[in-house]
């Protein structure tokens, strides 16, 4: 379960990579259940793991949103992908939309 997978094997985990890297921090990459236990790690501080995160990135995060009350986090959970590309521009590095040329 997610409990005992952010007890036990998000610190593990954080704690492997430092070892072996040697380096004073790490940045974690979630994809979906990957989100779901470091926000579990996060929200109990197992093993510390706050302190070891230089960056948290949560792709695809499980979320639940029936009870956000915030108006700019529910127009985010609504819009639609189609006119989230076309605002962001799809495939583009320096994309020239409104939202970009918009000083």
């Known amino acids: 379960d997610f409990s005992r997978m952010a007890q036990y094997d998000v610190p593990a985990v954080v704690d492997y990579v430092l070892r072996q890297t040697r380096a004073r921090s790490v940045a974690w990459v979630g ?3 990957g989100t779901a236990q ?3 790690a996060l929200s109990e501080n197992y093993g510390n793991v706050r302190s070891k995160l230089s960056v948290f990135v949560a792709l695809a995060p499980v979320a639940y949103t ?4 915030s108006a700019l986090m529910i127009a985010m959970s609504e819009i639609e992908l189609p006119h989230l590309l076309q605002l962001l521009g799809e495939r583009d590095f320096m994309p020239n939309t409104a939202i970009y040329s918009a000083h």
């Open 31 to 33: 994809h979906s259940q």
């Open 38 to 40: 470091m926000f579990a």
């Open 66 to 69: 029936a009870h956000i009350t």
